[in-house]
């Protein structure tokens, strides 16, 4: 089945420094890839999405590159805020039919921490 | 805010009890989905509708059910209730699950306690 993993966290930086999130996954088909972000108290929102191999999702400072070759959906920020404070989770999207209709499959989700 | 609410925002409740979870979807989205989220699952599919009809299933127990109404807000219902089901349930909502290019977005979730 579908599945997704996450780098085991949690990630704790210093504001401005480089953020990589690391997320591989097993899909049958051609997932849509995404990240969603938890906020404090908060629900998911959605960060960015890529639908096709190497499409490329930004959002917000954030970046990620849909890789089919290395089937992965790494997550990257330049330089991070305090702001940027939540938890991070990978997920991926297969399409209509059988069990995976339309449903998200997520990773376990990356603590991350930005120190000023 | 997403445009998908869920009611209530928390549930205390006692063991062997029964509760019912609502969520409105966005105005225009026909398709609804549930989510588990607790600490040694993490993110867990339970169940979705479309337009009033049952799409998939996941790992939902069978002391869970859910329906989705004609005005198209959905409610999940919580039976015989153990410790274990204290959880964020998360509803999220779509216009359509066909086609992988249908963003989902979520509602802030029920926090459900068990004691």
């Known amino acids: 089945g579908d599945s997704v993993t996450q780098m085991e966290g949690p990630v704790t930086l210093s504001e401005e420094a480089f953020l990589t999130i690391n997320c591989t996954y097993t899909a049958t088909g051609y997932p849509s890839l995404f990240w969603y972000v938890q906020y404090p108290g908060e629900g998911l929102q959605l960060l960015l999405k890529?639908?096709?191999?190497?499409d490329k999702g930004s959002n917000k400072g954030f970046e990620a590159t849909y890789r089919k070759e290395t089937t992965s959906f790494h997550l990257e920020k330049g330089s991070v805020q305090v702001s940027d404070s939540a938890v991070y989770f990978c997920?991926?999207?297969?399409?209509?039919?059988?069990?995976?209709?339309?449903?998200?499959?997520f990773g376990q989700g990356t603590i991350l921490t930005v120190h000023p | 805010d997403s445009g998908v609410t869920q009611t209530p925002k928390h549930l205390i409740t006692a063991t062997g009890q029964r509760v019912t979870l609502r969520c409105s979807p966005r105005?225009?989205?026909?398709?609804v989905y549930w989510y588990q989220q607790s600490l040694d699952q993490g993110l867990q599919f339970l169940i979705q509708y479309y337009n009033g009809e049952e799409r998939a299933k996941g790992n939902i127990l069978e002391r869970f059910s859910a329906q989705q109404f004609p005005d198209l807000h959905s409610e999940l219902n919580l039976s015989s209730l153990e410790l274990g089901d204290s959880a964020l349930y998360f509803c999220?909502?779509?216009?359509?699950?066909?086609?992988?290019?249908?963003?989902?977005?979520f509602g802030q979730g029920t926090r459900l306690t068990v004691v």
């Open positions: 105005s225009g989205d026909l398709s």
């Open positions: 997920a991926l999207r297969t399409g209509a039919g059988g069990t995976s209709y339309g449903k998200l499959t």
């Open positions: 890529a639908t096709k191999a190497d």
């Open positions: 999220a909502s779509s216009v359509a699950p066909t086609g992988s290019r249908t963003e989902a977005f």
